[in-house]
T-cell receptor, first 116, second 112 residues
Framework: GAGVSQSPSNKVTEKGKDVELRCDPI?????LYWYRQSLGQGLEFLIY????????KSGLPSDRFSAERTGGSVSTLTIQRTQQEDSAVYLC??????????????FGDGTRLSIL | EDKVVQSPLSLVVHEGDTVTLNCSYE??????LLWYKQEKKAPTFLFML????IEKKSGRLSSILDKKELFSILNITATQTGDSAIYLC????????????FGKGTLLTVNP
């Protein structure tokens, strides 16, 4: 597609359930990033993929959070045993790849996650 | 730890006014500073700045970077109601896999 695509756009779930969020980056972009935007906070980095590997997971807030990327394309972010503090907008961004000529990250519309 | 501070946090102006948004930063191995505009959903890219003193312009928007004083400004002239949004500043460091560190944003409201 022309831009970064995320699904679902909205997700409401009960505390304790697992959720999966999906990101489809811009075609050909090898770098993929997940961020979280909470009310009153800036965007916070969660995890970075280069191809299928994740050299930087330093932003994942707990071991309930995990992510994978397959085929160098689609990525899923999984949150297990959700808690109310996980409520936020989860944004995905992609770029052509690190080390290349300066190219900005482009963002998807995000998934708004609400934990009841 | 990399840090970005934006000011003001919110601003209300009338159509036609000129606004200046501020962004200061502390980052190790600075590579670039980026400005994004966020309306309802995706932050949309405005500018990427890597060199001091070179103004980037796009229509009524312009931005400049000062790498000595570690700040950037985003100017919007002749504001319109469609400029109402959150403006996000972020820095990118080559030592941290190019992930972006964001400020909390400036909420700009332009009233008719």
């Amino acid at each position: 597609g022309a831009g970064v695509s995320q699904s679902p756009s909205n997700k409401v779930t009960e505390k304790g359930k697992d959720v999966e969020l999906r990101c489809d980056p811009i075609s050909g972009h090898t770098a993929l990033y997940w961020y979280r935007q909470s009310l009153g906070q800036g965007l916070e980095f969660l995890i970075y993929f280069q191809g299928n590997s994740a050299p930087d997971k330093s932003g994942l807030p707990s071991d309930r959070f995990s992510a994978e990327r397959t085929g160098g394309s689609v990525s899923t972010l999984t949150i297990q045993r959700t808690q109310q503090e996980d409520s936020a907008v989860y944004l995905c961004a992609s770029s052509p790849g690190t080390g290349r000529s300066n190219q900005p990250q482009h963002f998807g519309d995000g998934t708004r996650l609400s934990i009841l | 730890e990399d840090k970005v501070v934006q000011s003001p946090l919110s601003l209300v102006v009338h159509e036609g006014d000129t606004v200046t948004l501020n962004c200061s930063y502390e980052v190790t191995n600075f590579r670039s500073l980026l400005w994004y505009k966020q309306e309802k959903k995706a932050p949309t890219f405005l500018f990427m700045l890597t060199s001091s003193g070179i103004e980037k312009k796009s229509g009524r928007l312009s931005s400049i970077l000062d790498k000595k004083e570690l700040f950037s400004i985003l100017n919007i002239t002749a504001t319109q109601t469609g400029d109402s949004a959150i403006y996000l500043c972020a820095v990118e460091a080559s030592s941290s896999n190019y992930k972006l560190t964001f400020g909390k944003g400036t909420l700009l409201t332009v009233n008719p």
